[in-house]
């Protein structure tokens, strides 16, 4: 009946038991937020390599379950998926004498250009800190200015990090995602790119909000 006492003590009742909120709700305030996924399509070679590493994985599976080795076998099977996730952001990632080129350095090269040419700030995630190294030598052939934090990142350095970006130090923040997936204010930067998708959507979503958050005023595109 509209009794705003009932009301309000039916919302302590179920208080509990509510687990999650979307911020829309509660941050009516925050600028829009666009996603938009890339396409990266394999050269050849890469395609190649890819599906030899494939065919070996699938290989040393039925070998490891010929065998008998039931206990680890899960274990191997996730180590191969993950091998081949790293084989899609670029070979030197499971073979680091590999010469062969990947599409996907390419497509970001394109994106950061048209980023900065338009005076946009990004954020940079990957699961893989080899990735990210790989992304840094790039950015320092380049002379693009970016500042950096994984998990072994000093608590203090990574304030430093966080404080200088803010301040307007670094076009691009180069974060693995497992360290920056939350605690980060980075209203700074209006654009994140998401190098690799993560096993967990929500992870991912996590990171995107260091962006999308209070004190954004611009809206954010990932």
């Given at each position: 009946?509209?009794?705003?006492?009932?009301?309000?003590?039916?919302?302590?009742?179920?208080?509990?038991?509510?687990?999650?909120?979307?911020?829309?709700?509660?941050?009516?305030?925050?600028?829009?937020?666009?996603?938009?996924?890339?396409?990266?399509?394999?050269?050849?070679?890469?395609?190649v390599f890819m599906e030899a590493l494939r065919q070996r994985s699938i290989e040393r599976i039925a070998t490891m379950r010929q065998g008998g080795e039931g206990g680890p076998q899960h274990l191997q099977v996730l180590?191969?998926?993950?091998?081949?996730?790293?084989?899609?952001?670029?070979?030197?990632?499971?073979?680091?004498?590999?010469?062969?080129?990947?599409?996907?350095?390419?497509?970001?090269?394109?994106?950061?250009?048209?980023?900065?040419?338009?005076?946009?700030?990004?954020?940079?995630?990957?699961?893989?800190?080899?990735?990210?190294?790989?992304i840094r030598e790039y950015l320092d052939k380049k002379g693009i200015r970016y500042q950096y934090l994984d998990g072994s990142t000093p608590m203090k350095k990574r304030k430093q990090a966080v404080d200088a970006f803010?301040?307007?130090?670094?076009?691009?923040?180069?974060?693995?995602?497992?360290?920056?997936?939350?605690?980060?204010?980075?209203?700074?930067?209006?654009?994140?790119?998401?190098?690799?998708?993560?096993?967990?959507?929500?992870?991912?979503?996590?990171?995107?909000?260091?962006?999308?958050?209070?004190?954004?005023?611009?809206?954010?595109?990932?």
């Open positions: 009946d509209k009794d705003e006492a009932a009301r309000e003590q039916l919302k302590n009742l179920i208080a509990p038991f509510i687990l999650r909120r979307l911020k829309r709700d509660v941050l009516a305030e925050l600028p829009p937020r666009t996603e938009i996924t890339l396409h990266v399509e394999m050269r050849e070679e890469e395609a180590a191969e998926i993950t091998r081949l996730r790293q084989a899609c952001c670029h070979p030197k990632l499971v073979d680091e004498n590999s010469g062969i080129t990947s599409a996907k350095p390419r497509v970001f090269a394109e994106v950061v250009e048209e980023l900065l040419d338009n005076g946009h700030r990004a954020l940079v995630f990957s699961q893989f800190v080899s990735h990210l190294s790989l803010q301040s307007g130090e670094g076009e691009l923040f180069l974060i693995s995602l497992k360290a920056g997936g939350s605690g980060l204010n980075l209203t700074a930067a209006d654009y994140v790119i998401h190098m690799d998708p993560w096993w967990n959507p929500a992870v991912e979503d996590q990171a995107s909000d260091r962006a999308h958050r209070m004190g954004q005023t611009r809206p954010v595109t990932i």
